[in-house]
């Protein structure tokens, strides 16, 4: 990645997790942050995003919801959702694909295997130069 040219937005209501994250990331992305839905749209409608990290479970909606809102968003069809979430269970990972996510990383997070992932993912989204 290319520092702080590409703009994440991280979607937790838990502080650990975001601070996990923030020092993760912080040196190589612009980080905007949610704890819950309401504020998450506040941000997609004012900010161009490059990413989303959703967690599942948010106070005021779903993070399954929210992902599927977010993919009905103009502008955003395209915009890679990543869920980061503590079930390991395979139905929430079914039902976050179901809802529109390209990823699936279970908390605690590795921080190499998501910063691998978050590079893979953009790297797909970048256009193909001459195409």
Do not use: W
């Not at 838990?14 to 839905?37: G, I, K, M, W």
């Not at 004012?46 to 993919?71: A, E, W, Y």
């Amino acid at each position: 990645m290319q520092p702080k040219q590409t703009h994440l937005l991280i979607v937790d209501d838990e502080r650990s997790s975001v601070s996990v994250l923030c020092s993760l990331l912080e040196n190589f992305v612009n980080l905007h942050f949610a704890s819950n839905a309401a504020e998450a749209f506040e941000i997609i409608e004012n900010q161009h995003l490059d990413m989303v990290l959703l967690d599942v479970d948010l106070p005021d909606m779903s993070g399954f919801d929210t992902c599927r809102q977010i993919k009905q968003t103009e502008g955003l069809i395209d915009t890679p959702v990543i869920f980061l979430s503590g079930y390991g269970d395979l139905i929430f990972e079914i039902q976050a694909f179901e809802s529109g996510a390209i990823d699936y990383v279970t908390k605690p997070v590795s921080p190499v295997r998501l910063m691998l992932r978050i590079n893979a993912h953009l790297n797909l989204k970048l256009p193909i130069p001459g195409v």
